[in-house]
């Protein structure tokens, strides 16, 4: 099982630019989720899925998108890049919602300038 | 609405000396209590997590936590601490009926020989 894979690992972008970071799982889970890691502010919930076809907004949405069309794949947008953006991204997938182990990928870290 | 404060941002200790990492919650409903742990440049992995039953908790890597429903806390131990215990660890909590996870700010562990 390769887990919880994220590409790529490194990005710079431009402010303005739009991007998709990519999140895919091999776990069979139903729930997944995006997190932004910022220093002193721990993990903040962007996104999450409770299964293809369903999708919510975490704590920090705005600026971002979403969609789950299959069990295995989590793709997060970004619609036009801000420096206010720039954080390192885990996505996260669990069997069930509620009381089940995350399983976190390596990360994402982008840089906005 | 659930949140998490770790009291110390960074816990420096020497090597096999006992260590606490604290963490308090507040919620104004039952909640599930996790900790997870960041070495250099990886993604989150569980230590061990709280659901129900006894309020001790033994997790992976030697350490333990105590849940206190009426001091609000899950307060993380190791009674002998190595150098590879050096990392980030986060507090988090999720509502008994609810799928998000919130994280603490997190807690920088330095363990120096």
């Known amino acids: 099982n390769a887990g919880v894979t994220q590409t790529p690992k490194f990005q710079v972008l431009k402010t303005g630019q739009s991007m998709t970071l990519q999140c895919a799982q091999d776990?069979?889970?139903?729930?997944m989720s995006w997190y932004r890691q910022d220093p002193g502010m721990g993990l903040r919930l962007i996104h999450y899925?409770?299964?293809?076809?369903?999708?919510d907004q975490g704590e920090v949405p705005n600026g971002y998108n979403v969609s789950r069309s299959t069990t295995e794949d989590f793709p997060l947008r970004l619609l036009s890049a801000a420096p206010s953006q720039t954080s390192v991204y885990f996505c996260?997938?669990?069997?069930?919602?509620?009381?089940?182990?995350?399983?976190f990928g390596p990360g994402t870290r982008l840089t906005v300038t | 609405a659930q949140s998490v404060t770790q009291l110390d941002s960074q816990v420096p200790v020497f090597e096999e000396a006992p260590v606490e990492l604290r963490c308090n919650y507040s919620?104004?409903?039952?909640?599930?209590l996790f900790w997870y742990v960041q070495y250099p440049n990886q993604g989150l992995q569980l230590l061990l997590k709280?659901?129900?039953?006894?309020?001790l908790v033994k997790g992976i890597n030697g350490f333990e936590a105590e849940f206190n429903k009426s001091q609000t806390s899950f307060h993380l131990r190791k009674p002998s601490v190595h150098i590879s215990d050096t990392a980030e660890y986060f507090c988090?909590?999720?509502?008994?009926?609810?799928?998000?996870?919130?994280f603490g700010a997190g807690t920088i562990l330095r363990v120096k020989s």
């Open positions: 996260a997938s669990s069997y069930g919602q509620v009381g089940y182990e995350q399983y």
């Open positions: 776990m069979n889970h139903e729930y």
């Open positions: 899925s409770v299964g293809a076809g369903i999708t």
């Open positions: 919620s104004s409903v039952s909640v599930y």
């Open positions: 709280y659901l129900s039953g006894s309020t």
């Open positions: 988090a909590v999720s509502p008994e009926y609810g799928n998000k996870l919130v």
